[in-house]
């Protein structure tokens, strides 16, 4: 096979990548590719716009900006920091670096943050290994969020002047139309895209299927550890819009009521406020917008995500899925044994029990899921843990295997290590397999004393999430999930099929949750859907 040529013609102009060297030999990337226009001036919290196509050859041998944020979460490596701005919508292409006689399939990642830090740039997220050990292509992008991609500010726009209810989701959709309009010219193969991601990233995989303007923009969908609640409601969105507002027009302002407030800005005074601020303003009045939401008592305890409800996003993904509206495509979801620790340890933002269990309208099933969780310190952060990430996982994978074939796996694997540190399979762990990041010199220590377990573990994810980017088939062994036996694959040292691993606690979750319930067939959901009204 012939080596790809590193300068590529797509429809807004013609990239140049560079060949991948010592570990990254057999491979070519193409980094910093802009996507949509800079959402900057009147585009800023508008949706993203078309690229202006450029003259010449664009080098793109490096990551564009990372979306603003906080300055220590972008490091790349020691005192290596991303550089951060609004001028962010770019995405990077990595690929086997010989041609194919066919075109391969294609991987888009999501990356997670809670929807208010994260880049691409980040080592773990390197596509190298990926792209090469399952010869297919991954794209990794980015997007807008905290309060410049994941606010509703819709709710002020004039004739001249127009907010976009969702401009981060959006830009999510604009990435994955420019995969389809040119990933041919890498090699690609657009009729076979699988968007995949984690934390933030895998709820927004969920959203994407309840997102009218991403169907048909991939085939499949791949969702790590996802807080498939992780959208707001309109008029909860309207509230954390109007408190920004406040926050950015008085710095000195600490409000926590969500009752009695003053009159609402107008849309003029709402535009100035929000295209005369500058980055930093609007990035520290983000940051105090989070204290209201952990103190106001909203029922979304998170200001920031996509909002439900309006054209964009009709419906929360939970809902869309119960309803049967979700997009059919395959699906793999899953979650992480120890999804809390990583919290408990290093970033104290899980709510405790009581907030928790806040969506749990009947205080009989609120006893029983305590009851549940009865064994002291370790259940208690499991608890909160499976609140926010396991049991809508259980409830979304109830629902979307009524549309079309659910694979749910459960990762446990940890080195020894990682179980040194307390934290074992938490949160986001799963990613050092699936983009073999033990390999980097940023995480390699973490498989000292387990380099046999570790490359086993990365074999078996990589393999089974290429495969089933392929061809929709994570491996012959990973039955469907279903009802009757609710198989899930436990990836450990050894891999294995399970038959409802913690269904006591997934029962009384789906109980207090509303999430669904396996009941006599419908007109509607003949294989048979019960629900009971989750909001």
């Known amino acids: 096979m012939a080596l790809i040529d590193p300068k590529v013609t797509t429809l807004d102009g013609i990239v140049g990548g560079v060949r991948g060297r010592r570990l990254r030999r057999g491979t070519i990337s193409w980094k910093g590719i802009p996507f949509a226009a800079p959402p900057v001036g009147g585009g800023r919290f508008d949706a993203p716009q078309p690229v202006t196509r450029w003259p010449g050859v664009r080098w793109c041998t490096g990551f564009g900006d990372a979306a603003v944020q906080e300055k220590f979460v972008t490091a790349t490596g020691p005192g290596r920091f991303q550089p951060t701005g609004e001028d962010c919508l770019t995405l990077n292409v990595y690929s086997p670096d010989q041609t194919c006689t066919r075109p391969r399939p294609v991987m888009v990642f999501i990356h997670g943050g809670a929807y208010i830090l994260g880049t691409a740039a980040t080592p773990i997220y390197d596509g190298t290994f990926l792209a090469r050990a399952q010869?297919?292509?991954?794209?990794?992008?980015?997007?807008?969020?905290?309060?410049?991609?994941?606010?509703?500010?819709?709710?002020?726009?004039?004739?001249?002047?127009?907010?976009?209810?969702?401009?981060?989701?959006?830009?999510?959709?604009?990435?994955?139309?420019?995969?389809?309009?040119?990933?041919?010219?890498?090699?690609?193969?657009?009729?076979?895209?699988?968007?995949?991601?984690?934390?933030?990233?895998?709820?927004?995989?969920?959203?994407?299927?309840?997102?009218?303007?991403?169907?048909?923009?991939?085939?499949?969908?791949?969702?790590?550890?996802?807080?498939?609640?992780?959208?707001?409601?309109?008029?909860?969105?309207?509230?954390?819009?109007?408190e920004f507002l406040r926050l950015l027009a008085d710095p000195t302002r600490r409000s926590t009521e969500i009752v009695d407030r003053p009159e609402p800005f107008g849309p003029d005074r709402a535009r100035e406020l929000l295209d005369g601020a500058s980055t930093g303003d609007l990035h520290r009045a983000g940051r105090r917008l989070l204290g209201f939401a952990r103190h106001a008592g909203t029922v979304d305890p998170f200001p920031y995500g996509p909002v439900f409800g309006g054209e964009s996003l009709p419906q929360a993904p939970l809902d869309a899925a119960r309803a049967g509206d979700s997009a059919p495509v395959p699906l793999i979801v899953g979650t992480n044994r120890d999804e809390g620790?990583?919290?408990?340890?290093?970033?104290?933002?899980?709510?405790?029990?009581?907030?928790?269990?806040?969506?749990?309208?009947?205080?009989?099933?609120?006893?029983?899921?305590?009851?549940?969780?009865?064994?002291?310190?370790?259940?208690?952060?499991?608890?909160?843990?499976?609140?926010?990430?396991?049991?809508?996982?259980?409830?979304?994978?109830?629902?979307?295997?009524?549309?079309?074939?659910?694979?749910?796996?459960?990762?446990?694997?940890?080195?020894?290590?990682?179980?040194?540190?307390?934290?074992?399979?938490?949160?986001?762990?799963?990613?050092?397999?699936?983009?073999?990041?033990?390999?980097?010199?940023?995480?390699?220590?973490?498989?000292?004393?387990?380099?046999?377990?570790?490359?086993?573990?990365?074999?078996?994810?990589?393999?089974?999430?290429?495969?089933?980017?392929?061809?929709?088939?994570?491996?012959?062994?990973?039955?469907?999930?279903?009802?009757?036996?609710?198989?899930?694959?436990?990836?450990?040292?050894?891999?294995?099929?399970?038959s409802d691993p913690d269904g006591r606690r997934r029962e009384v979750w789906h109980r207090g949750r509303g999430t669904l319930i396996a009941a006599a067939g419908t007109p509607d959901h003949p294989e048979g859907i019960g629900e009971i009204s989750a909001r």
């Open 341 to 498: 620790m990583l919290f408990e340890k290093f970033w104290n933002i899980l709510p405790d029990p009581e907030r928790t269990l806040l969506r749990v309208e009947d205080a009989a099933v609120r006893d029983e899921i305590l009851e549940a969780y009865a064994g002291g310190d370790v259940d208690r952060i499991r608890l909160a843990a499976d609140g926010i990430f396991w049991a809508p996982v259980a409830g979304f994978a109830d629902a979307h295997r009524l549309v079309a074939p659910t694979h749910v796996y459960r990762y446990d694997f940890f080195t020894r290590a990682l179980g040194a540190a307390g934290v074992g399979a938490t949160h986001a762990t799963e990613l050092f397999a699936v983009f073999d990041a033990y390999r980097t010199p940023m995480l390699g220590g973490l498989a000292v004393g387990d380099l046999r377990a570790t490359r086993r573990v990365v074999e078996q994810m990589q393999s089974r999430w290429g495969g089933f980017a392929r061809n929709g088939v994570p491996g012959p062994d990973w039955p469907d999930y279903d009802d009757v036996s609710r198989s899930v694959l436990i990836i450990d040292r050894e891999v294995r099929v399970e």
């Open 135 to 242: 010869d297919l292509i991954v794209v990794t992008i980015q997007y807008r969020f905290g309060p410049f991609g994941m606010l509703d500010f819709s709710g002020y726009s004039g004739p001249d002047r127009r907010f976009d209810e969702n401009p981060g989701l959006k830009d999510m959709v604009a990435a994955l139309q420019w995969v389809q309009r040119n990933i041919a010219a890498f090699g690609g193969d657009p009729d076979n895209v699988t968007v995949f991601g984690e934390s933030a990233g895998g709820s927004a995989v969920l959203t994407l299927l309840a997102t009218p303007s991403a169907r048909g923009l991939f085939a499949r969908a791949i969702a790590e550890s996802p807080v498939a609640d992780l959208v707001i409601a309109k008029d909860n969105a309207a509230l954390f819009a109007d």
